[in-house]
């Protein structure tokens, strides 16, 4: 009997997961004042109590390839959440890599047409996309439409507020849970994992 789950992008997205690196490695490659944002942005996230309950819930793979900027003011926020949702499960396994060296894939990650970062594709245990989101959650766009339409325009230069990242983390989270629902409940898999 033939196999109805495949992915034309399979191999694709395999390829670049592999190619990707970890948080660490990825900023090892960062330039000394870019990485110092990314760390500033790491000791003003915190993970709730609420938020860890979900993710410890994941009991599917998550392969999470990341295109990323290391000079990218929304990848140095965005980016430590990830890592500290990836210690809370080791299911949870993110991947970054740099878009400007990986032109094919930045051309398939487009946003209105834009090359946008971060963009992050959800793959599962077998590289079959599962999601992808780019570049801002709501609550962003809605800080920027406040911030950036209105007659007191905002630099960029403040960060955002605790209350504000962790809507942020919030919202990651639902997205994530999202994914790992449709993986939970994935015939292939339950099949698979007999569940």
Known sequence: MN???????????KSY?????????????????HRARWDTFKSKIT???????????????????VMSGTWCGD??????????LEAINPKL???FIDNKQNPDLQNELRINGAEKVPVVVVLS???YEIARF???HLSVYRRKLISELGAACDP??????????????????????RAHALLRLAPLLRRRYND
């Open 3 to 13: 196999n109805p789950y495949f992915d034309k992008r399979q191999e694709f997205f």
């Open 134 to 136: 780019g570049d801002r």
């Open 75 to 84: 990848c140095a926020r965005q980016g430590p959440m990830f890592a500290q």
């Open 93 to 95: 396994r993110f991947r």
């Open 156 to 177: 960029g230069i403040i960060p955002p507020s605790g209350e504000e990242l962790s809507t942020e983390v919030t919202e990651w989270v639902n997205f994530l849970e």
């Open 17 to 33: 997961f592999e190619l990707a690196q970890t948080y660490e490695e990825y900023l090892k490659t960062a330039e000394p004042a």
């Open 47 to 65: 993970i709730n109590s609420e938020q860890k309950a979900v993710l410890k819930s994941f009991i599917r793979e998550l392969n999470i390839l």
């Open 125 to 127: 245990e077998d590289y």
